[in-house]
């Protein structure tokens, strides 16, 4: 059911949930959480989408906060969606016109779940500074997408310079997979350790850049960040190692090759999640993301110094390491170390950093 309430007021849209929910059996008294949802007018229908998926997973109360001109009369026109219309949640859409753009936080703190965590999402262009923005200062979980802003890797760093307990963002979450997968692939024999690494992806993917990052932060290698086609996302990475490197490669959306020396190829299922999906991840969690926080403070940075040295160095360096290591698996052979004792003392600490993001 959809209810449009044109130049309006948020007591009168409370009342009218209120009215709604005994006349049609909205099930309000099970949402967890309230999901603000600050978007332009031009990708509100597509936000209001994902939102709506993501709710199906976690019942919540959905505010959709759209600033339009700030000419003319102060006004809000309103509109409510319950029932089949809005999954497992409850969906209120706000219009501001007028002043009421400039104080949005003021028109949705009526309308906030009593005693409920608060996520505000941005799906496009996000605040300069989150710790300065009305809306993401009464979230407890505050999501951005970087992907989508006009200017991803500044965007990166802004977030890395503003971070505090609670952000997040969508970049990161499309890496879970490829996290996994890599953390799980070193697990297993010989047990070595990683001597560099080279992800391959778009210039224009911050998810390539954080998935760099963190095997920068968390093997503490050398990492080198190849471009591809625009558009093409995460497409493949490498992790050197004296017995050969694992490759894993997705070329097109939904299947990868994992390659490992002494092993026949395995193809696996790495799909390409969707924004729904990776937003419902992150409501599935509502406390600080440590190993984001590292990632996004710590290796960028590391990743930065190492793109900052000449390749042929890198390179040089990444030989050298790899030979060091060959030289040290060869001696833990000849002093008859198991294969256990080898993986305690090289085993990187990938897996530890692998959580739901």
């Known amino acids: 059911m959809i209810v449009d309430l044109p130049s309006t007021s948020t007591a009168a849209i409370g009342k009218r949930l209120v009215q709604l929910r005994n006349e049609v059996g ?81 028109v949705v703190t009526p309308l906030l779940l009593a005693d409920s965590p608060v996520v505000a999402w941005w799906p496009r ?9 009305p809306i993401a200062a009464m979230a407890t979980r505050r999501v951005t997408d970087a992907a989508e802003c006009s200017h991803p890797r500044a965007m990166l760093t802004r977030l890395a310079e503003t971070y505090r307990p609670g952000d997040t963002d969508l970049s990161w979450t499309r890496v879970t997979l490829w996290r996994g997968l890599l953390a799980a692939a070193l697990d297993g024999p010989p047990y070595e350790s990683v001597t560099a690494a080279t992800v391959a992806g778009a210039p224009d993917s911050p998810s390539t850049d954080l998935l760099a990052a963190w095997l920068a932060w968390a093997l503490r290698v050398p990492v080198a960040r190849e471009h591809t086609q625009a558009g093409s996302g995460i497409c493949a990475v490498r992790l050197e190692r004296a017995s050969g490197p694992i490759d894993l490669s997705r070329p097109g959306d939904l299947v990868a090759t994992m390659t490992q020396p002494g092993q026949p190829d395995r193809r696996i299922s790495l799909r390409r999640r969707g924004d729904s999906e990776c937003l419902a991840d992150e409501l599935r969690r509502l406390d600080a993301d440590e190993t984001y926080a590292d990632v996004l403070r710590k290796g960028l940075d590391r990743l930065a110094a190492g793109e900052g040295a000449s390749r042929p160095a890198a390179v040089s360096r990444a030989k050298r390491a790899a030979e060091r290591e060959r030289r040290n698996h060869a001696a833990q052979l000849e002093t008859g170390i198991s294969a256990e004792e080898r993986a305690a003392s090289a085993r990187p600490a990938l897996r530890s950093s692998v959580k739901p993001s």
């Not at 229908?45 to 003319?72: F, K, L, M, Y």
């Not at 859409?93 to 104080?103: D, E, N, V, W």
């Open 26 to 106: 909205a099930l309000a008294l099970g949402r967890v959480l309230t999901l603000v949802v600050v978007v332009n007018e031009e990708s509100a229908d597509e936000a209001i989408e994902i939102a709506t998926e993501a709710s199906r997973q976690h019942p919540c109360r959905i505010i959709v906060v759209i600033s339009n001109t700030r000419r003319g009369p102060n006004r809000i026109d309103g509109q409510i969606r319950v029932g089949g219309d809005a999954g497992a949640s409850e969906i209120v859409i706000m219009r501001l016109f007028g002043q009421l753009s400039a104080h949005s936080q003021s």
């Open 125 to 133: 262009e996000s605040p300069s500074d989150l710790r300065h923005d």
